[in-house]
């Protein structure tokens, strides 16, 4: 099979496209043809070796979380999946792979792609969606007339975070550069803070939540915007969120399990139209180095997808 890859960690350069072996379906999992694969922040970041597993891979190695494809074949334990069928997902925790025309992967992970999403919009979907409604529902319990300050609005997971809120009731702050303010908008915010021109810690007070995209300095900024009891989620700040500086406030780090039954949710809301698609930009795996910089440049808007077949 067709992929890119990478046979060491390194600069965007390190990504290669070319043959490897198919893989094979151990009995639990299922064989995928891949239609779409898209980009994440995580890529880039396992490509440079940041993660701290980076021992333990083995190369060549196949990078890519989400993907949209068809089943080519189950495994002998697969009951309620078959050949044919329009599939979605996020590979298990710990897994790379996506950025290939075939990858296995646990049966018990994988959605059902609705025929109304394209392979494109599903595989933009898989992980930035699944990040957003865990963040947003299952971590910080958003509730119907609270204010939130999403930060990052311009990216990939704020784009379905910012709408998932408004879904839920709630009103929403975000920050963006000037570039963004009128795609953070038709996203459905409330209120946009240009970060280049105003600090938000001046601007935005007595947030019941926030939903930190950034990392860094903004993250531990954030807490400032909370009114007493408030709470914020953290997904760009590494495996643990970082730590509050007064004590009436919570940190959360979403845990973002793979479930199927959320991801069957989040897609059943983009179908019907309630959650629309952030801007997409198309490549081809051959693509792949230049879709990393791009990534890894983060001021790119919405979602990178390989277009595989
Ligand atoms: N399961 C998980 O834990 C999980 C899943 C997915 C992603 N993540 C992490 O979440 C983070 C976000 O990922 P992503 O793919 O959504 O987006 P991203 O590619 O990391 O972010 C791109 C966006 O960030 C905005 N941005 C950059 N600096 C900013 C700042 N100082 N203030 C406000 N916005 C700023 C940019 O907009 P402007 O050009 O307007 O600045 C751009 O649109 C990454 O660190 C990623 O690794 C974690």
Redesign the pocket.
Known sequence: MKAAYIEKFGGPEVLQYGDLPDPVAAPDQVLVDVHAASV???DW?FRAGEYARHAQVKFPQIPGRDFSGVIRSVGAGVADLKAGDAVFGVLEPGREGTYAEKLVIGAAVVAKKPEALSHVNAAAMA??GL?AIDSIEGTLKLQRGETILI????????GFAIQFAKFLGARVIT???A??IDYVRSLGADQIID?NAQDFTQVAKGCDAVFD???GD?AQKSFAVLKPGGRAAF??SGAQAPRPERSDVTALR?P?PRSRQAMERVAQLCASGVIRFPEIKLFRLSQAAEAHRL?QG????GKLVFAVR
């Open positions: 994440n922040a995580a970041k992980l930035t990040t930060q990052g609005g311009a990216g990939g997971v704020a920050t963006t550069s570039a963004n970060y995209t950034v990392g903004v997904i760009a979403p973002v990534s983060r001021h790119f808007r």
